[in-house]
């Protein structure tokens, strides 16, 4: 549809194929994507339940029988590490009536023994044992249910769908950036969790430009000079120069874009020519992280909607991951991490490490939060993007959600 033909009315209640079609390209979406519990529910079903969830780092579970729990779109997932690098996820719902069995949100457990009526599940989610029950109850038939789950180069994915997306393409392009970091065995330097008032989509959407960033984000700018999207004439010759190094240090370098249909980005970008890290004032904050060879003056910027993002430099790592908590909630995870052999206060400083991150968040967090507010005024409606946020922007992104959203 251009953006000349007429935008259909949808009012309360309205039918979905009606909103979807009435949204225009290169144009934010109406109030209802972000601020109704209908769309919320919506969001939940057809976008958490049937996709790719980024959920944690393999260095969260370090030892065979840890777990941790991941609460997202209403479920409760415990990813438990079992044999080599074997991670368990399994819906945390008793096969009797119901109960929760994990309760805590990390930990460790040899065995899963359910608080109501003490049946006990293997780690990898078999019913090993029920008291009391029927001499012909079968233990074989009551088995966790199980998430599917993909651990690439150590970041894990779960899927709560039967029928998970493929991700073969996402394993291909992902890897080769992700291999050098080793998160098998790195080591988180800190994590933040934030409650942010938005809707997890005006986050997503705040992700996916830099129109905002010079004017917000000065501590992220003076690192990344090409985050100055309309001040940086030189920023292509720039980055054919320092991608020959890159070549010779054999990183990764093919810059896969956000096209029709695909739901995962990635590429490598410079720092600020002189920076040897993505720091304050571009000095190392860290040593060298995993199998990279030296500093490479280079950000590795991943995506895979809906919930993950990462920014990494050589010498430290991040991850981002987003739940939906509430039509206008949503919970950010920043996960820092160095190599596996770094010590804090020996080499690395937390507040090093974090500084430029943790404050470009806070401030994303701060314009997200804004951007609601304003999103649930009755004077509110969808507005144009900026040639700075089409493309493989926003608008990708809002047209991959609603093509979601219309599957049904
Ligand atoms: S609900 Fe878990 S043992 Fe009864
Ligand atoms: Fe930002």
């Not at 777990?67 to 080599?84: F, W």
């Not at 074989?140 to 779960?158: P, W, Y």
């Not at 060298?288 to 993950?308: D, K, Q, T």
Request: hydrophobic share 40%; aromatic share 12%.
């Amino acid at each position: 549809m251009s953006e000349h033909e007429p935008v259909v009315e949808a009012g309360p209640g309205g039918d979905l194929a009606a909103r979807i079609a009435g949204q225009r390209p290169g144009w934010t979406l109406e109030q209802y994507f972000y601020t109704a519990p209908d769309a919320f529910r919506l969001d939940l079903e057809r976008i958490f339940m049937r996709h790719w969830l980024f959920a944690g780092a393999l260095c969260r579970l370090p030892n065979r029988g840890d777990y941790v729990l991941y609460e997202v779109a209403g479920e409760s997932i415990i990813l438990l590490r079992g044999e080599g690098e074997a991670v368990h996820a399994l819906f945390n719902v008793c096969r009797h009536r119901g109960s929760r069995i994990l309760l805590e949100p990390c930990g460790h457990a040899e065995r899963l023994m359910c608080p109501y009526h003490q049946w006990i599940y293997g780690q990898d989610g078999r019913l090993l044992e029920a008291r009391l029950m029927a001499p012909d109850f079968d233990l074989n038939a009551f088995g966790l249910h199980r998430a599917q789950v993909k651990v690439l180069e150590g970041l894990i994915f779960i899927c709560l769908a039967e029928t998970p997306p493929d991700f073969g393409e996402v394993e291909a392009d992902f890897g080769p950036y992700f291999r050098p970091y080793q998160f098998d065995r790195a080591r988180i330097a800190h994590v933040e969790r934030h409650v942010v008032p938005a809707n997890w989509k005006l986050i997503a959407e705040n992700f996916r430009e830099c129109y905002h960033c010079d004017a917000t984000h000065p501590e992220y700018c003076q690192a990344v000079s090409g985050a100055r999207i309309h001040r940086n004439p030189r920023r292509g010759e720039i980055e054919a120069d320092v991608e020959a190094r890159w070549r010779a240090l054999e990183l990764a370098v093919k810059h896969v874009r956000f096209v029709p249909g695909r739901r995962h980005h990635c590429a490598r970008y410079p720092l600020t020519p002189g920076y040897a890290s993505w720091s304050v004032d571009g000095k190392p904050v860290a040593p060298v992280m995993g199998a990279h060879r030296e500093r490479s003056g280079s950000l590795v910027g991943a995506v895979l909607y809906p919930n993950f993002w990462s920014e990494s430099a050589t010498d430290y790592a991040t991850t981002t991951r987003v739940t939906p908590v509430g039509p206008a909630q949503t919970e950010v995870e920043i996960t820092w991490y160095v190599d596996g052999g770094a010590e804090p206060g020996r080499d690395y400083e937390v507040g090093a490490v974090t500084r430029v991150w943790s404050a470009t968040a806070a401030q994303d967090m701060a314009l997200c939060a804004n951007n609601q507010a304003g999103v649930n005024s009755s004077r509110y409606q969808p507005g144009p993007y900026s040639p700075y946020e089409l493309d493989y922007r926003c608008d990708h992104f809002d047209r991959w959600y609603l093509g979601e959203l219309a599957k049904g």
